[in-house]
């Protein structure tokens, strides 16, 4: 998803590209968007861009002399998860151009386009940010550092700090890399109660004794997590390019790939947060960590095929679980533990299976006859992700002295950066 720094460099992207054209005529919507139509018309505007947090601001502004002479007009844009602008010739728009903006004739006609392949971008009339958002963690950062500071007992700081740093109030213009990252390098673990971590920074004094020039060092080689929210932020502003993700070009991708420490990086863990977001890091996750969420460390691809992980996937038909009652008990328990190095709650990949005694007689079927689908547990369900129903009880159906359908494990889904 889009996040704060994205959002800055669509606005330089806007304003360097648009800053010389003069557009004309009306604003074209696509007939399958649900955002408002835009009721405006003009001979002769021209188009501006600000970003604050994550939200974009678009003003159409009327050259003097325009017809129908109209007050200028203000779009605030958010880009849900795949939202962006690009310049194409009119007669050659990309596929999900949802918002059109023309140049004026008679120079070669190009289009100002807000492209949104997954539709969940909105744009609102009227110019105003969105009410309840915090200062932007880029371009306001006093304001941004305050605005924590003084609302330390709000609820949401009961959470862990990496849902918090997603609340939008205190922390605009952080996301999901961007929290991984800052949390990455200050080695915070991610489900640690925010508002224990932020007091720290709250009560963090350098000494009176130092100079102003070497407290200006000291916090720049040691920033707290309220500065790295500002400073984080600003290096991805300056890789440069239009965003992250494959569709941007595959030289901004690298760049974007190369500069990440944590996010999706080969050897970090990951867990879902309450919210079903995954957070990327190293180590503790943190006394706030869900219960019985499982974790993986993201393998790197020479090692992704490799014997020791092959247990990870779905078993295999020559891994079937073993038909005798005394095999069922030899089977190991299985446990949570995790390891101080790479946090790994990774569950064993056989499911255990409970003795015959506590199982429901399942009726004989037909000899030779497989079992119809509906007998069988949907893929995907919750008890088979979580390796059974509450109760503990297999999900599977013995018939012919086989076992159908028992759970497999399901790993966790890794989101793609875009």
């Given amino acids: 998803m889009p996040e704060g720094p994205e959002l800055h460099l ?4 806007v304003n360097e590209t648009c800053g010389g054209l003069v557009f004309g005529g009306c604003v074209e919507k696509s007939a399958v968007s649900r955002n408002p139509e835009v009721p405006f018309e003009s001979s002769a505007y021209r188009i501006s861009a600000a970003a604050r947090g ?3 601001r678009l ?12 007050e200028p007009l203000a779009l605030v844009f958010r880009f849900g998860m795949s939202g962006s602008f690009q310049v194409a010739p009119s007669d050659a728009l990309p596929p999900h151009a949802h918002l059109r903006f023309y140049t004026a004739a008679p120079s070669p006609q190009l289009t100002l386009c807000f492209v949104d392949i997954r539709r969940f971008g909105r744009w609102d009339l009227g110019g105003e940010w969105q009410p309840g958002r915090g200062p932007c963690v880029l371009l306001e950062y006093e304001q941004f550092r305050e605005n924590v500071l003084r609302n330390l007992a709000d609820k949401a700081f009961d959470r862990p700090i990496c849902e918090a740093l997603l609340d939008q109030r205190f922390f605009n213009g952080i996301g999901n890399y961007l929290r991984a990252e800052i949390l990455h390098r200050l080695r915070i673990p991610p489900f640690e109660k925010a508002r224990t971590v932020l007091e720290a920074v709250q009560h963090r004094r350098l000494s009176p004794e130092l100079t102003l020039s070497q407290k200006i060092r000291a916090k720049l080689q040691n920033p707290d997590l309220l500065e790295l929210c500002h400073l984080v932020p600003k290096e991805v502003v300056q890789l440069g390019g239009k965003g992250y993700g494959p569709e941007s070009g595959e030289e901004d991708f690298a760049a974007f790939r190369a500069w990440l420490r944590c996010y999706g990086v080969p050897g970090m863990s990951s867990l879902r947060d309450r919210h079903g ?11 706030l960590a869900p219960k019985g969420g499982k974790s993986r460390k993201k ?8 014997p020791e992980d092959q247990a990870e996937g779905p078993p295999t038909p020559s891994k079937a679980p073993p038909r005798t009652r005394r095999a069922r008990r030899e089977l190991p328990k299985q446990t949570a533990a995790w390891e101080p190095g790479g946090a790994n709650f990774q569950r064993d990949p056989e499911a255990p299976i409970v003795p015959e005694e506590r199982k429901r ?15 069988l547990p949907a893929t995907g369900s919750p008890a088979e992700e979580g390796g059974g129903h509450a109760g503990g009880r297999s999900m599977g159906k013995k018939v012919g002295g086989r076992l159908w359908g028992s759970p497999r494990p399901v790993g966790p889904l890794v989101r793609s950066l875009s």
Avoid: V
């Fill in 10 to 13: 669509a606005s330089q992207f």
């Fill in 54 to 56: 994550k939200e974009l």
């Fill in 59 to 70: 003003t159409l502004s009327p050259l003097p002399g325009a017809q129908p002479q109209q």
């Fill in 277 to 287: 977001r995954t957070i990327w890091f190293q180590g503790d996750p943190g006394p």
């Fill in 299 to 306: 393998k790197s691809k020479e090692t992704q095929a490799g």
């Fill in 361 to 375: 007689r399942a009726r004989p079927a037909a000899s030779g006859r497989l079992p119809s689908a509906s007998s």
